[in-house]
């Protein structure tokens, strides 16, 4: 099997070393870039299987962000795990926001970082060998399984992988509440509380663009989230 290539976008000249020993030594081919004009230039050309990146890169404190951007333009299914030194509720707000898939902390163990690479990759093998491609249609929600689009009053709706994944898990028993944590494995993404609670608020505004009057997600505190029958 070839090896998964992972493109590491990181100005810190110790932890890129630090992250592509790491992931090299378990079997990933990586490629370090530090700056956000050398980053833009290659994946002008070619797209990674994989792409870890930092929020800030030299004196651009944002810049990560707007590569993010740049690259769901270009591959809504593209992994992108972003990384953060702030700290910053905000940070993760805003890269859920231009659609990274996972959101770290930059002084996380290798080990973690190592099983959240793992994790993105076995969602994205189960999304591509899913042998349920019938998709689902319930009053206005159409959903297609085949090819991770979701559509509300036959509008498709601008999701990223994670959020398609959460409404597809949210939405197949309508009715039953399903916890942060059933969201966190139906979407195979391993976060805290508070983003899952950020993909929510996103997944609603975005349906809120289509239809004001959107409401079929509940909240019920203290347990997670429902689709109304």
Known sequence: MKAKQIIIVEDEADLLANYQATLEKYGYHTK?????????????????DLVILDVGLGHQPDAGFEICQMLRQKSATLPILMLTARDDEIDVVSGLRLGADDYLSKDISMPHLLARVASLFRRQEANHSDADTSGIEQGALKILLDNLQI???QQLIDLTVTEFWMVQSLARYPGQVKTREQLMSDANVYVDDSTIT?????????????????????????????WKP
């Open 32 to 48: 370090g870039i530090c700056n956000q004009s050398d980053a833009e230039q290659y994946f002008r050309n070619q797209l990674p």
């Open 151 to 153: 559509f509300w009053q």
């Open 198 to 226: 950020s993909h929510i608020k996103r997944i609603r505004k975005k349906f809120q663009k289509i239809d004001a009057n959107f409401d079929q997600i509940d909240t019920v505190h203290g347990m997670g989230y429902r």
